[in-house]
């Protein structure tokens, strides 16, 4: 059993921050890589960033590279997303994913498990 949970969604004006949380549960000894995936009103669930849970190695998105940064706390099993000058294009709903085969994470045919997801809104 894995169950991953996210917090710290909300609304946020254009060029404002914010801190996603995700706290996993359940089998984490099997993961290799956490990351964050949000998903816009008519369009696909795309890859924002990811950490391999091991070496910490990070992977962003070129669309938010250089204002968010992806964290994690191996011993409390969350990892966090710091969202800097966030655009109104930002605005999506945010989901943490697992994946217990893959060290990078960059799509979302390879997570294994999903947070609920929060909504982030960025207004202009």
């Known amino acids: 059993q894995v169950q991953l949970v996210e917090s710290g969604g909300g609304l946020v004006q254009a060029g404002g921050s914010l801190r996603l949380s995700c706290a996993a549960s359940?089998?984490?000894?099997?993961?290799?890589?956490m990351g964050w995936f949000r998903q816009a009103p008519g369009k696909e669930r795309e890859f924002v960033a990811a950490?391999?849970?091991?070496?910490?190695?990070?992977y962003y998105a070129d669309s938010v590279k250089g204002r968010f940064t992806i964290f994690r706390d191996n011993a409390k099993n969350t990892v966090d997303l710091q969202m800097r000058s966030l655009k109104p294009e930002d605005t999506a709903v945010y989901y943490c994913?697992?994946?217990?085969?893959?060290?990078?994470?960059?799509?979302?045919?390879?997570?294994?498990?999903w947070g609920q997801g929060t909504q982030v809104t960025v207004s202009s």
């Open positions: 994913a697992s994946s217990g085969r893959y060290y990078k994470l960059q799509s979302r045919y390879e997570a294994d498990y």
């Open positions: 950490i391999s849970w091991s070496g910490g190695l990070t």
């Open positions: 359940g089998r984490t000894s099997s993961f290799f890589a």
